[in-house]
């Protein structure tokens, strides 16, 4: 399967411990981003990486979580001091560069996250 | 600022009946839009797009969108609904304007399939 790949699928943590998902995006795709789901919501935009640059990040980010793409393949999603707040389905998605507006992003399937 | 919203949160058909929903979209360029589905604690993926080249839309599993400007609408339909179409579906926008493409989606809308 070379779709978007995402681990931990679950993870279970205590308040206040820190966690880190990790993304593999499609090979050769450019853009990947972070989302957050909360139950009953649509995916929230976190932040987005051109190749190893974030470029973007929302205000939904605290300064709780990091993001990192090293050499512009995977990246991973750090959270610090784990709030119950911070209990969602974190989503990645990737996308080629070159395509303009009709680029279409695939979406991993997910990390749920439970603070407990 | 772009944004989609979606009509009811809730939709509820009778096998083989048709399936319809919502989305509005607000946007001060043409926008990019798509409706993705999402299963239980899977990820979403993409039944179609709106790409500017026509305004009716087909994508996968049946399904269809039109564009119309004139009521800022992308509604999906899809003529006979089956017990397999029971998913969660969200519609969003890209947002090219930024330069990232990033999406903004609406709040999803369950749809429910009575046998």
């Known amino acids: 399967d070379t779709g978007v790949s995402q681990n931990p699928r679950h993870k279970i943590t205590k308040r206040g411990q820190n966690v880190t998902f990790r993304c593999d995006p499609i090979?050769?795709?450019?853009?990947l981003y972070w989302y957050r789901q909360t139950l009953g919501q649509g995916p929230e935009f976190l932040t987005y990486?051109?190749?190893?640059?974030?470029?973007?990040k929302s205000r939904l980010l605290s300064d709780r979580f990091s993001a990192e793409r090293p050499k512009g393949s995977f990246s991973t999603l750090e959270i610090q001091r784990t709030e119950q707040g911070d209990s969602a389905m974190y989503l990645c998605?990737?996308?080629?560069?070159?395509?303009?507006?009709?680029?279409?992003?695939?979406f991993g399937q997910g990390t749920r996250l439970t603070v407990v | 600022a772009q944004s989609v919203t979606q009509l009811g949160s809730h939709v509820s058909v009778s096998e083989g009946a048709l399936v319809l929903l919502r989305c509005n979209y607000s946007s001060s360029v043409p926008p990019y839009l798509f409706w993705y589905v999402q299963y239980p604690n899977q990820g979403l993926q993409l039944l179609l797009k709106?790409?500017?080249?026509?305004?009716l839309v087909k994508g996968i599993n049946g399904f269809e969108a039109e564009f119309k400007k004139s009521e800022t609408s992308f509604h999906l339909t899809k003529p006979s609904a089956h017990m397999s179409d029971a998913a969660e579906y969200f519609c969003a926008v890209s947002d090219y304007f930024s330069g990232t493409y990033k999406y903004i989606f609406g709040t999803g809308t369950r749809l429910k399939v009575l046998a």
């Open positions: 090979s050769e795709h450019n853009r």
């Open positions: 998605a990737s996308s080629p560069t070159g395509e303009g507006v009709n680029t279409e992003a695939f």
């Open positions: 990486f051109q190749n190893e640059a974030q470029l973007e």
């Open positions: 709106y790409t500017s080249a026509a305004t």
